[in-house]
């Protein structure tokens, strides 16, 4: 029952003062951690971040973010960037389980980011999880016409080895990228703009995960008229996109195993330590028939397409969220309403 240790986030990152009451998201505008991801060693990785001022207005934004590596004591093994946080959102980050390699999603800049900042928005940066050091960033070009910006959610997978990593972007844009280059290696464009009657129609890509044996995982969102479109006046799209609320399976050499369908969205991926069992939590709001959540279970050594990989579908009341994990050998899921 007692404090080993404690570390204060916001001697990097900055204090602010209580959210007004009554605020739905003033605790968003806190010093925080946003992610805490525990190594095989006992360590930790740990993202700290602090956003504050008008969301709508970039320019009146102050952001402070970084990364840390942490013993099982609390001592601090390294922090990115080294001298201090860096003015700019750090949106995501991952490891390997060994923690030999770190991905960081670069998101947003702000009215501190500097001009010269040799960090930029739409980036990946990966680390060496041992020391800290910067392996190398590849800084990603928005999806003219449709998309001005390059925008990701908590849309980065380490695969097991250290040696990849899969990536989603709001454009529908999904990518393998390699760690020790820092490189792209392949990219997918299952939810990319089409045209529709005129009107340009996308899937943003949510979740990603890489899971052992190389195979990763994808999921595109419902369908959606793109932001920077010059049709801003359409409400809704359409039609709906081809591979909207989707889940792609991909092998490692880039070919698309399988996919799944059921006309919901998808929230996060889990599996066992052997890669065979996958689960996902899933949300479907229909103004006919209601809402429809759960999580959904798949035994991906099945032989078949992804309707004969789905063991069962385990429905709730109320709305899933992309929290949930999986036992070690896939005998249990937990899951949150």
Same mark, same amino acid.
């Given at each position: 029952?007692?404090?080993?240790?404690?570390?204060?986030?916001?001697?990097?990152?900055?204090?602010?003062? @209580? @959210?007004?009451?009554?605020?739905?998201?003033?605790?968003?505008?806190?010093?925080?951690?946003?992610?805490?991801?525990?190594?095989?060693?006992?360590?930790?990785?740990?993202?700290?971040?602090?956003?504050?001022?008008?969301?709508?207005?970039?320019?009146?934004?102050?952001?402070?973010?970084?990364?840390?590596?942490?013993?099982?004591?609390?001592?601090?093994?390294?922090?990115?960037?080294?001298?201090?946080?860096?003015?700019?959102?750090?949106?995501?980050?991952?490891?390997?389980?060994?923690?030999?390699?770190?991905?960081?999603?670069?998101?947003?800049?702000? #009215?501190?980011?500097?001009?010269?900042?040799?960090?930029?928005?739409?980036?990946?940066?990966?680390?060496?999880?041992?020391?800290?050091?910067?392996?190398?960033?590849?800084?990603?070009?928005?999806?003219?016409?449709?998309?001005?910006?390059?925008?990701?959610?908590?849309?980065?997978?380490?695969? @097991?080895? #250290?040696?990849?990593?899969?990536?989603?972007?709001?454009?529908?844009?999904?990518?393998?990228?390699?760690?020790?280059?820092?490189?792209?290696?392949?990219? +997918?464009? +299952?939810?990319?703009?089409?045209?529709?009657?005129?009107?340009?129609? !996308?899937?943003? !890509?949510?979740?990603?995960?890489?899971?052992?044996?190389?195979?990763?995982? +994808?999921?595109?969102?419902?369908?959606?008229?793109?932001?920077?479109?010059?049709?801003?006046?359409?409400?809704? @799209?359409?039609?709906?996109?081809?591979?909207?609320?989707?889940?792609?399976?991909?092998?490692?050499?880039?070919?698309?195993?399988?996919?799944?369908?059921?006309?919901?969205?998808?929230? #996060? +991926?889990?599996?066992?330590?052997?890669?065979?069992?996958?689960?996902?939590?899933?949300?479907?709001?229909?103004?006919?028939? #209601?809402?429809?959540?759960?999580?959904?279970?798949?035994?991906?050594?099945?032989?078949?397409?992804?309707?004969?990989?789905?063991?069962?579908?385990?429905?709730?009341?109320?709305?899933?969220?992309?929290?949930?994990?999986?036992?070690?050998?896939? !005998?249990?899921?937990?899951?949150?309403?």
């Amino acid at each position: 029952g007692k404090v080993l240790w404690r570390r204060r986030l916001a001697d990097d990152l900055e204090s602010s003062p @209580p @959210p007004p009451k009554g605020s739905l998201y003033g605790m968003y505008q806190l010093p925080a951690c946003f992610r805490l991801q525990m190594l095989a060693d006992g360590d930790l990785i740990v993202l700290g971040l602090h956003s504050w001022g008008d969301h709508a207005r970039s320019e009146s934004m102050k952001r402070w973010c970084r990364v840390y590596r942490l013993s099982p004591g609390g001592r601090l093994r390294w922090a990115f960037p080294q001298e201090g946080a860096m003015p700019l959102g750090l949106i995501h980050v991952d490891a390997d389980p060994e923690g030999r390699r770190v991905a960081v999603l670069a998101a947003s800049s702000a #009215g501190n980011t500097p001009a010269d900042l040799p960090f930029k928005p739409g980036s990946i940066y990966v680390l060496d999880g041992k020391t800290g050091e910067l392996v190398g960033g590849h800084t990603f070009e928005p999806l003219k016409p449709h998309f001005e910006q390059v925008k990701f959610w908590l849309s980065v997978s380490v695969g @097991p080895r #250290g040696k990849l990593a899969s990536l989603g972007m709001s454009d529908g844009r999904t990518f393998l990228v390699d760690l020790d280059r820092v490189e792209v290696a392949k990219t +997918f464009t +299952f939810g990319t703009p089409i045209m529709i009657s005129g009107v340009p129609v !996308s899937a943003r !890509s949510t979740f990603t995960h890489l899971a052992p044996g190389s195979t990763a995982y +994808f999921q595109t969102a419902n369908s959606t008229v793109p932001y920077a479109s010059s049709a801003l006046h359409v409400a809704a @799209p359409p039609g709906p996109h081809p591979w909207a609320n989707t889940i792609h399976a991909v092998g490692p050499e880039g070919r698309v195993r399988w996919r799944y369908r059921s006309g919901h969205e998808y929230q #996060g +991926f889990w599996t066992s330590t052997d890669g065979r069992w996958l689960a996902t939590c899933v949300i479907k709001d229909d103004a006919r028939t #209601g809402r429809d959540a759960g999580a959904m279970l798949f035994d991906t050594r099945r032989k078949g397409g992804g309707s004969s990989k789905l063991v069962y579908y385990y429905r709730v009341e109320g709305k899933t969220f992309f929290h949930a994990d999986l036992a070690s050998d896939g !005998s249990a899921l937990a899951f949150a309403e």
